[in-house]
């Protein structure tokens, strides 16, 4: 059974940091692109971040570049996203997304784009 089971998130304040991890099971790891999605309430789905299968190409959406980081450690089988000066536009359920590719990664706010989700985590920025 492949899953994606999330932890970290939670409450802080704005300009604050938070980190994001979700371990894989029951997947070939280094075969698989990873996304994170986020959902703020009232709005659709918004693709965030992705990383490649091996780690070497990773993508941002503009709202969030140059504030966040998304890492992998194939060796436990877990993908993170660091998230830095954290705004109050960032509230939101965050999901990581899971894709077999070859290469490369791509950013896709279109749920069809990732047969596997994790179970979502809530990150809330307020004082």
């Known amino acids: 059974q492949r899953l994606l089971v999330q932890s970290g998130g939670g409450l802080v304040q704005p300009g604050g940091s938070l980190r994001l991890s979700c371990a894989a099971s029951g997947f070939i790891f280094t075969n698989i692109a990873l996304n994170w999605v986020r959902q703020a309430p009232g709005k659709g789905r918004e693709g965030v971040s992705c990383i490649s299968p091996d780690g070497i190409t990773r993508s941002y959406s503009d709202s969030v570049k140059g504030r966040f980081t998304i890492s992998r450690d194939n060796a436990k089988n877990t993908v993170y996203l660091d998230m830095n000066s954290l705004e109050p536009e960032d509230t939101a359920v965050y999901y990581c997304?899971?894709?077999?590719?070859?290469?490369?990664?791509?950013?896709?706010?279109?749920?069809?784009?990732?047969?596997?989700w994790g179970q979502g985590t809530q990150v809330t920025v307020s004082t």
């Open positions: 997304a899971a894709v077999y590719r070859d290469t490369g990664c791509r950013i896709d706010s279109d749920h069809r784009a990732y047969p596997y």
